[in-house]
T-cell receptor
Framework: AQTVTQSQPEMSVQEAETVTLSCTYD???????LFWYKQPPSRQMILVIR??????QNATENRFSVNFQKAAKSFSLKISDSQLGDTAMYFC????????FGTGTSLTVIP | NAGVTQTPKFQVLKTGQSMTLQCAQD?????MSWYRQDPGMGLRLIHY???????DQGEVPNGYNVSRSTTEDFPLRLLSAAPSQTSVYFC???????????FGSGTRLTVV
């Protein structure tokens, strides 16, 4: 069975500061991919960043970066220089045969 | 490109009514899925398809039917609506693997 766990239901961060969202997962597959999705109040699901499990190098997309620890099955998201527009629900996701989502972390950026 | 188009955006049903949520994608993606989103539960997979003519059940399939007669369309049918089906429904498509899923804008369904 594949599972994705996000243990932080809610987080907040001051504008311009850095915040890290945690995600752990479990899978028996060797070839898989990990993703972070953002869901702002508009409800639209937006792909933030992706990581191939066979790549050791951590993915980076502008202010967003991940800390991928394959042996620990950990996939955290770091948001640098937080902006008000980063306020959203963030979902960690794992894909193998299917696409599995965590329960989400609600992030609020405080002005 | 329109991406993934879901209709309607909002719907109110009475218990026992049936309806179809429409989903269409214009990206020639093989993989399509339906999810429901409930507070504190993330996105749960209802049904998915790996290509035209092929569908399978996800985590919470009861009360829902799907079909995939074309690559583009993947409608979700509620057979006899129940209040427990009140939720936000997302359709998503993908060409697989590292590309992740592209999501529709969602349907907020309320069953009274």
């Amino acid at each position: 069975a594949q599972t994705v766990t996000q243990s932080q239901p809610e987080m907040s961060v001051q504008e311009a500061e850095t915040v890290t969202l945690s995600c752990t997962y479990d899978t028996s597959e060797n070839n898989y991919y990990l993703f972070w999705y953002k869901q702002p109040p508009s409800r639209q699901m937006i792909l933030v960043i992706r990581q191939e499990a066979y790549k050791q190098q951590n993915a980076t997309e502008n202010r967003f970066s991940v800390n991928f620890q394959k042996a620990a099955k950990s996939f955290s998201l770091k948001i640098s220089d937080s902006q008000l527009g980063d306020t959203a629900m963030y979902f960690c996701a794992l894909t193998g045969n299917q696409f599995y989502f965590g329960t989400g972390t609600s992030l609020t950026v405080i002005p | 490109n329109a991406g993934v188009t879901q209709t309607p955006k909002f719907q109110v049903l009475k218990t026992g009514q049936s309806m179809t949520l429409q989903c269409a994608q214009d990206m020639n993606h093989e993989y399509m899925s339906w999810y429901r989103q409930d507070p504190g539960m993330g996105l749960r997979l209802i049904h998915y398809s790996v290509g035209a003519g092929i569908t399978d059940q996800g985590e919470v399939p009861n009360g829902y039917n799907v079909s995939r007669s074309t690559t583009e369309d993947f409608p979700l049918r509620l057979l006899s609506a129940a209040p427990s089906q009140t939720s936000v429904y997302f359709c998503a498509s993908s060409r697989g693997g590292v590309y992740g899923y592209t999501f529709g804008s969602g349907t907020r369904l309320t069953v009274v």
